[in-house]
Each structure stands twice: as C-alpha cells, then as structure tokens.
C-alpha cells in the first residue's frame, strides 16, 4: 500500500452493487477490504487488497470488518426481487436493522471518518407513486409512508447514520437508488432483479412465444445502469453533500416497454402474457435527479439500449448460448 492510498471497505462486497463498487474503488487507487458471509462469485480475490468472510448481524465482526478504514460503504443488506421484498418481510427488517445498527456503532468505535450508506428510491411515499406520475425528489420522503417494510427499513437506517453523524461526528453520505441494474448479476433466482429476469425469459422464448410478465406491464420505473451507479456513489463520498442524494436516470419506462427493448435485441416477436395476479408494486417510481445533477455534475451515460445489450450477452453466457445476432 502507498502512502496516498485511503483505506475503504465495502460491505455487501458478494452482493450485485458491492463487488462493482470494490473493483471501481481499486482501479481508482483506493486500498480496498472487501466484507461479505460469502466470496463473491463473479470478481476475483484481485479486485480486493483484502477480503474478510464476516457477518454484520455479530457486532464484534462487524468491528473487525470497520478496523484501520478511513471510509465505509455499507452496501451489506438483504435485498432481492419485488417478489422477495413483499414476500420475506420479517427477516429483511431484522437483518438489516442488526447490520446497520451494527455498521454504525463499529464505525463509531474504530475511528471510521466517513460512511456511504446504499438507500432506496423505495423510502418514497405511496401516494407519490400512483396514477399521475410524481418526479420523486429527496424531500418528498417526509410525511413518510413507504409502499413495503423493506422501504421502511432504509428510511429509518438514514436516519440511524444520521444520528451517529450529529452525536460522533461521523460524516455520513447517502445515496438512494433506483433500479440499479448491470451484468454479474444472480438470473436464476429470488433475488434477480426484473431487467435480469425479464432478459431470461425473452431469451429462453423461441420467436412467437408467450413471455410472462407479471402484472398488466404499465407500471414506470427509472433504471440506472451499474458503472453509472458506482461513478455517482464515488462522486458523492468525496463531495460535502450531508442530504441523501437520488441516483437515477430521465430514462422512465414501463416494464412492457422494457421487453420491447430486451425482444428487439434478440430479434424476437413475443407476446406479452400478463399476469394480473402477481405483485407489480407502485404505478410510477419516477426519479428526479436534479440534486445530483446540480451539486455532483453526474447523470447516467449508458442509455437503456445499451445497458440491456450488455445485459443480454451476459445472460446468454450464463446460460451457455451464444450470442444474440
């Protein structure tokens, strides 16, 4: 390790987001410590200086993974698709409350500088996300009223990191997502997010086939591509920005109109089979990323196209297939 080399550790460096961010961090020059209960599968022991198999939910691991850095990004959480997130409500909200509640006192304890804490675009207040689409701005996160536990959890984990920033003189900096989407990613899972699972099926579908979609396919979301998502947390770690921050993209889309995307790389004709039983969650989530924008100078530069591009030859590894002509 240099001299100038800050001391980062990432946790949740198994995760999607997480083994991103590591090996972003460590291109950027930083010394990086990675912390998951699993080795990541999709990034080599060399994305990391170092990486420790620990659970957060043990406050005295949790304070090994916080000794001798300078910054955290608490990425660590448990998190999936729609499905998981409604469907598994209890152990997300205990989890994560013990990872964070956990994160931060260990933080405190060994002298950390500065922490990034991963929110959600999900800490939104239903009646925002209806019908009549609402540019989501960070303060309409109060009066609160998230549409799932899992929304609740964030909301009140920015305001545990908060607390420690006011009573410890921890900087705390804070990011809330929406719909980060990206190659090595899980496809064949709970957890695998609707870009990823929508790309799977389409891809599975022979020319003319039905695809299940879950829902009528009009609900609107803001989807913000990986390497975009890490340039904005690193942009956001170094500013004095002390607010949450949104980061998403101008891009809205409906679900329907992201198979049309996914079906058009394929050079496919499918048909949409809606299912109006399953879960589908808010009408819009639209993002309004204007604070980014004004205080960070960033917004995304992958364009939806060319994300789900990337997206499909990934799958089609991961399947064995060749790729998409």
């Given amino acids: 390790m240099t001299r100038k080399q800050k001391k980062v550790v990432v946790t949740g460096a198994e995760g999607f987001i997480g083994h991103h961010l590591a090996r972003y961090l460590k291109k950027k020059g930083y010394?990086?410590?990675?912390?998951?209960?699993?080795?990541?599968?999709?990034?080599?022991?060399?994305?990391?200086?170092?990486?420790?198999?620990?659970?957060?939910?043990?406050?005295?691991?949790?304070?090994?993974?916080?000794?001798?850095?300078?910054?955290?990004?608490?990425?660590?959480?448990?998190?999936?698709?729609?499905?998981?997130?409604?469907?598994?409500?209890?152990?997300?909200?205990?989890?994560?409350?013990?990872?964070?509640?956990n994160t931060a006192e260990a933080a405190k304890q060994a002298g950390v500088k500065r922490i990034f804490f991963s929110s959600s675009a999900c800490v939104y207040p239903l009646n925002l996300q209806g019908k009549k689409p609402t540019p989501l701005k960070e303060s309409h996160a109060y009066p609160p009223d998230p549409d799932s536990e899992y929304g609740w959890e964030k909301l009140y984990a920015e305001r545990l990191y908060k607390a420690y920033e006011e009573d410890h003189d921890l900087e705390v900096r804070i990011a809330r997502f929406f719909n980060i989407y990206g190659p090595e990613c899980l496809i064949d899972t709970l957890r695998s997010k609707a870009p990823m699972a929508l790309t799977r099926k389409v891809v599975e579908a022979k020319d003319g086939d039905e695809v299940k979609i879950w829902g009528d396919g009009k609900a609107v979301r803001s989807f913000l591509y990986i390497d975009d998502c890490v340039e904005g947390i690193l942009k956001l770690m170094k500013s004095k920005i002390n607010e949450p921050v949104n980061l998403g993209t101008k891009d809205h889309l409906s679900i329907n109109d992201l198979v049309d995307i996914i079906a058009k790389i394929e050079g496919k004709k499918i048909k949409k089979k809606h299912q109006l039983n399953k879960v589908q969650g808010v009408r819009n989530r639209i993002c309004d990323f204007s604070r980014a924008k004004k205080l960070l100078n960033w917004e995304r530069k992958v364009t939806p196209e060319e994300g789900m591009k990337v997206i499909n030859t990934f799958v089609r590894k991961e399947l064995g297939l060749p790729h998409a002509e």
């Fill in 31 to 101: 010394w990086v410590r990675g912390v998951d209960i699993e080795k990541p599968r999709f990034s080599p022991m060399s994305d990391f200086d170092e990486f420790k198999l620990l659970d957060l939910r043990d406050p005295k691991k949790a304070l090994r993974a916080m000794e001798g850095m300078e910054w955290v990004f608490a990425l660590a959480a448990q998190n999936g698709s729609i499905e998981f997130t409604t469907t598994v409500k209890a152990m997300i909200m205990k989890d994560n409350t013990l990872i964070n509640v």
